[in-house]
């Protein structure tokens, strides 16, 4: 059974880069047809995906947040990482890691962790 788990600051002052690190146990990152997404949740909103990584290497993100986000990985680590650049506190939420299938079946997450942007 896949495992993910999110690692990463949880204070960041704001105009600064937001990075966080997921760590894969129990599955690789390379494995066919799996895609390795961020997704973020504000105080008292839904659910917003952020991109993904594909098994391929391909990288996917939201138009919304394309400009300022980066999504790369470490196979050899099987750990993939979310960088957010010129952070505000709009950029304040829980930041979880999951993975998914190409049908959005998005089956296993990680624990989430708390990311706060203030100064």
């Known amino acids: 059974q896949v495992q993910l788990q999110e690692s990463g600051p949880g204070l960041v002052k704001p105009s600064q880069t937001l990075s966080l690190t997921c760590t894969v146990s129990?599955?690789?990152?390379?494995?066919?047809?799996?895609?390795w997404s961020w997704i973020r949740q504000p105080p008292g909103k839904g659910l917003e995906w952020m991109g993904a990584?594909?098994?391929?290497?391909?990288?996917y993100y939201s138009p919304s947040l394309k400009s300022r986000t980066s999504i790369s990985r470490d196979t050899s680590k099987n750990q993939f990482t979310l960088q957010l650049s010129s952070v505000t506190p709009e950029d304040t939420a829980v930041y979880y890691c999951?993975?998914?299938?190409?049908?959005?079946?998005?089956?296993?997450w990680g624990q989430g962790t708390q990311v706060t942007v203030s100064s």
């Open positions: 999951a993975r998914n299938t190409a049908m959005l079946d998005f089956g296993s």
């Open positions: 129990g599955g690789s990152i390379t494995t066919n047809n799996y895609y």
């Open positions: 990584i594909a098994y391929s290497g391909s990288t």
